[in-house]
């Protein structure tokens, strides 16, 4: 039973030793890219900003006529006529169809008895 923990023990440590040598060699290449970058191109501090060319002043906008007074109590325009949801018995009754399904049936419970 020892034996088999000691195996286990250094098969655990093997991983850890070869996860913790990738990752000292990834810091490594990466300080070392961070390196050559530096020395081929100036630091963000001695970088020059590039301007925009100035724009173009825009035309002025046209003159148009104001919006129509509203009315209070006025009629509202509106195309196509708004119609119902849900139509009136006599309309059904002559076969106009409902344009929303019918609403599900609510869940009900009984009353709650007063104190």
Same mark, same amino acid.
């Given at each position: ?8 023990? #250094? ?20 300080? #070392?890219?961070?390196?050559?970058? %530096? ?18 002043? %825009?035309p002025?906008?046209?003159?148009t ?10 009629? #509202? ?8 949801? #849900?139509?009136?018995?006599d309309?059904?009754? %002559? ?21």
């Open positions: 039973m020892a034996a088999d923990h000691t195996k286990r023990m #250094r098969g655990d440590l093997v991983i850890a030793a070869v996860l913790l040598v990738a990752g000292v060699a990834l810091i490594g290449l990466s300080l #070392r890219e961070i390196g050559s970058q %530096s020395q081929e191109q100036p630091t963000s501090r001695e970088q020059m900003a590039q301007a925009t060319h100035p724009t173009q002043p %825009s002025e906008p046209q003159k006529a104001p919006p129509a007074e509203s009315k209070p109590g006025g009629d #509202r325009p509106t195309t196509p006529a708004p119609e119902p949801a #849900r139509p009136d018995a309309a059904q009754k %002559s076969g106009a169809q409902p344009v929303l399904p019918p609403a599900p049936a609510e869940k009900t419970a009984p009353p709650i008895k007063q104190k």
